[in-house]
């Protein structure tokens, strides 16, 4: 199991973390990434089964004290954060002229 935070752009997030199996979780981040925005997520994605995969995903709620690691994060409605994950994953984050952000 790989622990996902969601990050969203409403005034109320609380940036909670949710459990997914190995199957889930490369489905929400191909190719290695670790950063994920929800419209690219469906916009590459099998809609069917992304709905099924977030089904489960929303019932395993990880209290933060209880995290072991967090292995993934989703954005939703923060377009702006695109420019700093040019290649979607955290390590390699950047600002937008190119320089490193760490």
């Not at 469906?42 to 072991?68: H, M, N, P, T």
Request: aromatic share 12%.
């Amino acid at each position: 199991m790989k622990n996902i935070q969601i990050i969203d752009g409403a005034q109320n997030c609380v940036y909670d973390i949710f459990s997914a199996t190995d199957e889930e979780f490369a489905l929400l981040f191909p190719g290695g990434t670790d950063i994920a925005f929800i419209d690219e997520v469906y916009a590459g994605g099998d809609q069917r089964l992304l709905d099924v995969a977030f089904k489960s995903i929303w019932q395993r709620r990880v209290k933060k004290a209880e995290a072991c690691g967090i292995h993934g994060i989703i954005f939703y409605e923060l377009e702006e954060k695109k420019a700093y994950y040019p290649t979607r994953r955290d390590e390699e984050a950047t600002n937008p002229d190119g320089s490193n952000l760490r």
